[in-house]
């Protein structure tokens, strides 16, 4: 007749569901070994041996129970929390490349071909007004398109999949030092040249971008310095600032504060490790270092498939 | 001038078939939308001058170039939307001698088309300010040596890493093609500054332009 599948309970119960699982197996089974205590021990044992017999059974009796009721069911939802929001990560980049590309290389082709042919034809047409015409409307494309190549830029920059990492940040860098007034230097010269998994690269990208704009938002600095560097097998990005620094960092942050959660959840996606070095008055210290895998010569990405 | 175009875009095809056609000294031989059997096409064809964008389906071209120069003698000029310099700066050290923006005027690209063709470098990203910023890194002064070798004769080696940084190639590439270290690169490239007296990129390539390698 057909059926029906109702998923409320996917993974794990709720927080109180557990509570009570838990209070009601630990009296239960104290309760019972209390009860059998006596028959499984020959008579005025000492106390001392009591509780150790006492101690052993609840143990063993709980234990098992404990793993399959709570332990396991937890580990599982945090398995299934991991992947799920590395492939939502994974398919937000994605979608932007796709995104991106279609802008810079759609729409923006066709605007390139409007301004060129524009800016050519207004060589042509001698007469005054018409010149002007031609002129303003070849302006008018330019911006078209130096907006398109803007918003593909911001959505996800196509130097990180040509060119690397490397390029990316410095082309991120240059663009804050150009639109803040902030002096922003980078190193990067033993990572130049190397290319490392899509996912890494992503990552590091991003975490820079935000760490960046943390020092733009809140930091107050003059100068931000950031350094990419190999250490060992290890990728590490550091990007410090001389503003004045963060005085605590909550463990549970108002909404909207997402930003260092988003760095951490990243780093520890890919197996790395955040650290945050801050002297109130002095400026900020954010380090991240992820297992550096490097890419395959052959597996160069494109946007379009 | 025998010239291939490699773009993806109909359009800009069209178009610079149409620019080419008013050229007496240049013909348009061959055409390709993708990087595939691109290469047998230029060697079937027998170009001279390769005329590339830089973003293609089934990958970016930037290692076509290097594909290019080694299999074919013909001298590539890049034309791509991209206008980071990086893009430029990486397709002149993959053995690119032009690189052009698409939104430059079509009398531009004209412009590079023959120069490129003449051998010479021709750089526009359609930004003077960049475009200049990028022709000044390209000449930083390089390594100079520490042992005099003044006034006595390249060897053969050097003769061909000259050649090479004359093409306006870096030394990383120059290593790769030669299989020696990039530091071995660097040391030949500081003796032939001493032995000739030269300083900046654009030195060797003048220099080994001039000497006809
Ligand atoms: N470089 C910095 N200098 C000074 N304070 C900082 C710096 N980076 C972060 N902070 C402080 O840490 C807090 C948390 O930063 P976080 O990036 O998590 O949130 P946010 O920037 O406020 O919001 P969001 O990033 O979600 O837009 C900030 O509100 C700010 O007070
Ligand atoms: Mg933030």
């Known amino acids: 007749m057909g059926w029906r599948l109702t998923m409320q309970r996917a993974v794990s119960p709720p927080p109180w569901v557990v509570w009570g699982m838990v209070l009601i197996t630990i009296s239960l089974t104290e309760f019972a070994v209390m009860v059998t205590l006596p028959r499984l021990l020959p008579a005025n044992t000492s106390r001392v041996w009591d509780s150790i017999v006492d101690a052993i059974l609840l143990t063993s009796i709980i234990s098992p129970l404990m793993w399959w ?27 932007r490349r796709r995104i991106a590309h279609e802008l810079h290389d759609g729409l923006g082709q066709s605007l390139t071909l409007l301004v060129s042919g524009l800016r050519s034809l207004s060589d042509l047409v001698r007469n005054d007004e018409p010149h002007r015409r031609v002129v303003d409307l070849a302006r008018i494309a330019q911006q078209a398109l130096s907006d398109a190549k803007q918003m593909a830029m911001g959505l996800r920059p196509s130097l990180l999949d040509d060119l690397g990492l490397a390029n990316a940040i410095q082309r991120l860098a240059d663009d804050v030092a150009n639109h803040e007034k902030l002096g922003v230097s980078v190193v990067a010269t033993t990572v130049e040249g190397h290319r490392f998994l899509d996912e890494v690269e992503t990552a590091m990208f991003r975490i820079c971008q935000e760490a960046l704009q943390n020092v733009c938002k809140h930091s107050k600095a003059s100068q931000v310095a950031i350094t990419l560097s190999l250490a060992g097998d290890h990728l590490r990005l550091e990007v410090s600032d001389n503003g004045q620094g963060i005085e605590s960092i909550r463990r549970s942050p108002t909404s909207g504060q997402l930003g ?26 954010l380090i991240v270092e992820l297992p550096a895998q490097r890419q395959k010569e052959e597996t160069a990405r494109c946007a379009s498939c | ?48 001058l390769v005329v590339l964008d830089l973003t293609l389906p089934g990958g970016a071209s930037l290692p076509f170039v290097a594909v290019l120069r080694r299999e074919t003698s013909a001298k590539v000029l890049i034309l791509t939307m991209h206008d980071d310099p990086a893009y430029a700066r990486a397709a002149l050290a993959a053995g690119a001698l032009g690189y052009v923006v698409k939104s430059c005027p079509e009398s531009v690209l004209l412009e590079a088309l023959q120069s490129v063709s003449r051998g010479r470098l021709f750089i526009d990203l359609d930004n003077d300010e960049q475009t200049d910023h990028l022709w000044k890194t390209l000449m930083q002064p390089s390594i100079s040596g520490d042992t005099d070798y003044s006034g006595s004769k390249l060897s053969s080696r050097e003769t061909e890493v000259l050649r090479m940084l004359g093409q306006g190639l870096s030394n990383l590439v120059i290593a790769e093609r030669l299989e020696l270290s990039p530091k071995t690169v660097a040391t030949y490239r500081a003796r032939i500054a001493e032995k000739v007296g030269l300083k900046t990129t654009a030195d060797f390539v003048k220099y080994a332009r001039d000497m006809g390698f």
């Open chain 1, 260 to 285: 260092l959660i988003g760095i951490r959840e990243r780093a520890t996606l890919l197996r790395g490790q955040l650290t945050i070095v801050s002297v109130v008055g002095q400026g900020t210290r």
């Open chain 1, 69 to 95: 009721s709570t332990v396991r069911p937890l580990q599982e939802a945090a398995r299934l929390r991991e992947r799920f929001v590395s492939d939502l990560i994974a398919g937000t980049e994605r979608e």
């Open chain 2, 1 to 48: 001038m025998r010239v291939m175009l490699i773009d993806d875009h109909s359009l800009v095809r069209a178009g610079l078939k149409q620019l080419v056609a008013a050229q007496s000294d240049i013909v348009v031989v061959a055409e390709a939308n993708r990087v595939d059997g691109a290469l047998e096409m230029a060697q079937k064809s027998r170009a001279e």
